[in-house]
């Protein structure tokens, strides 16, 4: 079985930390989310990878190389960015000759790929897409089910009045036939311009998934997403932390240095910064290579771009050191 793993996304929400890092890359209980993902594949017995790259494609070959975990992967570089869909026309010559995985890039679940390609092939439908159901479906693909799991309706993320509160999870298993259905050379978003007029036409089925699920959007996400793995935070290689120095529910990068009697609140650091003694850190982002001298206080939801050197104390509330 092939899948073809979206992860060319620009991650503006994860901003200043995708800046210098694709999302996929994004640490989790010691390794990168698109690591915790091909794991799955492979258990699923997929054999080939196609990565569709854009943003910072060259540091995800860099890291992945030609095969891992046993899986064949091969990059798929735009031009330019192609959506959610575009990528999937662009793999065509890859992926024509049987169904197939989709996956979006920041996705932690424990979805059983095997079991979703049985039941695709059982249903049918030129498209199975897995949905999971969450309180607030407006951040998503919401669908309305017909009868015996049958979508009738998909709406990219609902302003209001959701059809329901199954939404898409961000996992399918395609017909080629899907292709006859993507624009060929453009931007494509497969959740706004194939889903809904697949769902007309009756060929849309919902697979539905009740277990662990976290689509890696914000940083509260990937928080939340360290979370649900692991009880110790993630904490990168290389990284040293002083005596007396509380780090909780939060990750540190690798090669980072935090010095004595510093807090570190529900908060992500990167890689190679310096953060001195008795500085207290809360709700804040800090991207890679941030110096912070020693007795710094840094206001909730602070977010710091890369390289910067903070000296003096920051006292409003979501300040923007860019
Ligand atoms: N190659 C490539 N090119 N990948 C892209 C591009 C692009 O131009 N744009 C986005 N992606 C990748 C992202 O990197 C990500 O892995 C995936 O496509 C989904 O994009 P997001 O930007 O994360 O979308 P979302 O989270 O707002 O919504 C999507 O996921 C939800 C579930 O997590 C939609 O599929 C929703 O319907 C869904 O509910
Ligand atoms: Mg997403």
Not at 21 to 49: M, Q
């Amino acid at each position: 079985m092939k899948a073809l793993l979206l992860v060319g996304g620009k991650a503006t929400r994860l901003k200043p930390l995708s800046i210098t890092r694709p999302k996929c890359l994004f640490p989790l209980a010691g390794k990168p989310i698109i690591d915790h993902i091909l794991e799955g594949l492979s258990t699923a017995s997929v054999s080939e990878a196609i990565l569709a790259v854009n943003n910072l494609a060259d540091k995800i070959e860099e890291h992945l190389g030609p095969e891992k975990y046993g899986i064949k992967l091969r990059y798929n570089l735009e031009n330019e960015p192609l959506g959610t869909g575009g990528p999937i026309k662009l793999a065509e010559k890859h992926l024509h000759d049987e169904d197939f995985l989709v996956l979006n890039g920041d996705i932690l679940s424990f979805i059983d790929y095997a079991e979703l390609m049985n039941r695709h092939k059982e249903e049918g439908s030129i498209a199975s897409i897995t949905l999971k159901q969450v309180e607030d479906p407006s951040r998503y693909g919401a669908v309305r089910f017909g009868t015996k799991d049958r979508i009738l309706e998909f709406i990219e993320k609902p302003e209001r009045d959701a059809p329901s509160n199954w939404i898409n999870a961000g996992c399918y298993a395609l017909s080629p036939e899907i292709f006859e259905y993507i624009p060929t050379g453009r931007k494509v978003s497969i959740e706004r311009e194939v889903y809904p007029g697949l769902a007309v036409k009756e060929q849309l089925y919902g697979y539905r998934y009740t277990g662990k699920w976290i689509d890696i959007g914000v940083p509260s996400d990937y928080l939340r997403a360290d979370k649900m793995l692991s009880d110790k935070p993630t904490v990168g290689k290389g990284t040293l932390i002083g005596q007396n120095t509380k780090i909780t529910d939060s990750i540190i990068w690798e090669n980072t240095r935090i010095g004595t009697n510093t807090s570190i609140q529900n908060s992500v650091i990167g890689s190679h910064c310096t953060i001195g003694n008795n500085v207290k850190i809360t709700d804040a982002v800090i991207a890679d290579n941030v110096r912070i001298e020693d007795l710094i206080i840094i206001a909730k939801g602070t977010k710091i771009w890369p390289n910067k050197h903070i000296e003096t104390n920051i006292t409003s509330p979501n300040t923007e050191i860019n």
